[in-house]
């Protein structure tokens, strides 16, 4: 059995350009797929934030519109509710790597909120991809990457990733009221290969041991290879 380690937002807004919040967290599938596949191989997860906040779920999220289907929604809502790890997360502060055998970021646009400037944040991911141990990381969590900047230089440039696109922005209609565009800073701020798959449709990339996801579609992917790493 492996212990995996899920490094979630603890925003429950995204401030955008003109000052309005807006109203996010994390994504409920990208969360409830994966924690329902690893749980289920028999696998531990424990659940970190900043200053151990209880995570938001993105309520859009939950939309059966946006889940894919009013059935799908329910089985989302009652992963999440029966998860009781979301319920007593660790401060990443007080995060020991080494207690773990794998680390997972959801998104939603809440890491865009929090995740992106935090240091303890940047300061797991720079030692997880040290390690050689798994780290994978879905849809705008990849926004966590900026955090491992110092002096501008960053552990990850030169890595291949995926993470959500400016054209999924687009479709979402945040692209021109976000304070900033997750691929374009990737590329520019980080300096990584960045790819992505079609609009929406499930598009993974691994480099050594980082596993990225580019949408929330791509985290049911990712977990599967994920375990399959862990094997």
Known sequence: ?????????????????????????YWAEEFAAPYKAFTEAGHEVVVA?????????DMMSLRPSMAGGEQVALDLEAVIRSAEVMRRPLQLSDVR?????????PGGHGPMS????DADAGRILTAQLASGK??????HAPA???????HGESPFKGYRITAFTNEEEE???LASKAP??????????????FSGGGLWQPYMVEDRNLITGQNPASAAVVAERLLKVLV
């Open 1 to 25: 059995m492996a212990k995996i380690l899920f490094v979630m937002t603890g925003a429950s807004y995204w401030v955008l350009n003109d000052g309005t919040r807006y109203a996010t967290g």
């Open 49 to 57: 934030t900043p200053n151990g906040v209880t995570p938001t779920v």
């Open 97 to 105: 790597l080494e207690d773990y055998d794998a680390v997972y970021l």
């Open 114 to 117: 929090d995740l992106w400037l």
């Open 134 to 139: 798994p780290l994978a990381i879905v849809c």
């Open 144 to 150: 966590a990457i900026l955090s491992t900047r110092i």
């Open 171 to 173: 479709a979402v209609g």
């Open 180 to 193: 900033w565009l997750l691929e374009t800073e990737l590329k520019e701020k980080i300096g990584v290969e």
